[in-house]
């Protein structure tokens, strides 16, 4: 089962009181990066292009635990940097836990089986494993040889000590159908609980600028590659709603929902999403009454919106189409079927 029947009760029941209350803006997810360091140099990823003092810094346990209540979403998703580098890291996953949070810690697996013991397996707790491809994929898009077997090695050991594991893996212009093909197929076999795909976005400072999608492109690629998990061929365990996978084949159109995944880290709250960096608020409230969301997505104009249809800005969209009394049977059939 990828998106676990719990969490789709909660978030359902989450959105629905939501637009009870007429709110407009209102966040799913919490992107939480409580460091910037990492152990690996990714291609794709601009994070570690920041001064060495920021690399050097760490949100503290309560400044996490301010920003998730601060927020309100049901989930929190730890990105980085590598989270697994921060010296209170368990804290701050047992503090959001405890809370209630469906929290997503995302790590490149590299201090993962050496740091089981640090965490306690809940329906609330979920690695998601950063795998971009087969071994030669992900080895290239990490710059480091070796890393897809410790990360497989890690998955399979975090699965045996009972974790809740998924993967999550980036799409870029230079992957081939038949290679994503492989890797869903070997992900399968692993027992992991659901995998995330999305096309890349060209952050800024990521050293590789080459080889991110093009919106047609990603349709064209999408199409191909989820042709057998549309036709029934591959029951493939998405963890991802079935409408942002519609999305991605261009089968859906939607526009963005940058507010539905905010982002906190060491400046503040990041303007107007986790993608963009425009500058940051001191407060989650200032993020969304005095940010001007017409500036963004991709009916605006906005160059730097044009080709994104990235999971951060459309999964929440697809979260709220899926309320639609036409397309909740094929959202619930999802979080029992894997498809």
């Known amino acids: 089962m990828a998106v676990q029947l719990?969490?789709?009760?909660?978030v359902g029941s989450y959105v629905i009181a939501q637009k009870l209350k007429g709110r407009k803006h209102f966040p799913i997810t919490l992107m939480l990066e409580p460091l910037f360091r990492c152990n690996l140099a990714c291609s794709g990823c601009g994070k570690i292009q920041h001064p060495v003092e920021v690399l050097r810094r760490h949100l503290s346990p309560e400044e996490c635990f301010?920003?998730?209540?601060?927020?309100?979403?049901?989930?929190?998703?730890?990105?980085?940097?590598?989270?697994?580098?921060?010296?209170?890291?368990?804290?701050?996953?047992?503090?959001?836990?405890?809370?209630?949070?469906?929290?997503?810690?995302?790590?490149?697996?590299?201090r993962l089986e050496k740091s089981l013991d640090k965490f306690t397996p809940s329906p609330y707790l979920t690695f998601s494993i950063h795998l971009d491809g087969v071994r030669q994929v992900h080895?290239?898009?990490?710059?480091?040889?070796?890393?897809?077997?410790?990360?497989?090695?890690a998955?399979?050991?975090?699965?045996?000590?009972?974790?809740?594991?998924?993967?999550?893996?980036?799409?870029?212009?230079?992957?081939?159908?038949?290679?994503?093909?492989?890797?869903l197929d070997f992900a399968s076999t692993l027992g992991i609980?659901?995998?995330?795909?999305?096309?890349?976005?060209?952050?800024?400072?990521?050293?590789?600028?080459?080889?991110?999608?093009?919106?047609?492109?990603?349709?064209?690629?999408?199409?191909?590659?989820?042709?057998?998990w549309k036709t029934g061929k591959k029951r493939w365990n998405f963890n991802a709603n079935p409408l942002f996978l519609d999305f991605l084949m261009g089968e859906k159109d939607y526009e963005c929902t940058p507010w539905g995944m905010p982002s906190y880290s060491l400046f503040g709250w990041q303007k107007p999403c986790y993608l963009l960096g425009e500058g940051y608020y001191s407060t989650y409230r200032e993020l969304i009454e005095q940010t001007d969301w017409s500036q963004y997505g991709h009916k605006s104009g906005n160059s730097k919106c044009t080709d994104c249809m990235v999971h951060c800005g459309y999964e929440p969209t697809a979260a709220d189409d899926s309320m639609r009394p036409q397309n909740?049977?094929?959202?619930l059939g999802s979080v029992f079927s894997g498809n």
């Open 328 to 331: 909740m049977l094929r959202s």
């Open 155 to 183: 998955i399979k050991a975090a699965k045996a000590r009972g974790f809740r594991v998924t993967t999550n893996t980036t799409i870029f212009n230079d992957a081939t159908v038949a290679e994503v093909q492989e890797f």
């Open 139 to 153: 080895d290239r898009a990490v710059a480091r040889a070796g890393i897809f077997d410790v990360a497989v090695a």
């Open 6 to 10: 719990r969490q789709a009760a909660v």
């Open 66 to 110: 301010k920003a998730a209540e601060e927020c309100g979403a049901p989930i929190v998703a730890i990105p980085g940097g590598e989270p697994l580098l921060h010296p209170q890291i368990d804290e701050i996953v047992a503090g959001l836990v405890a809370r209630k949070k469906f929290v997503y810690l995302c790590t490149n697996a590299i």
């Open 193 to 228: 609980d659901g995998m995330m795909i999305s096309p890349g976005y060209p952050y800024e400072k990521a050293p590789d600028q080459e080889h991110f999608l093009h919106r047609d492109q990603t349709k064209a690629l999408f199409r191909e590659i989820l042709a057998p």
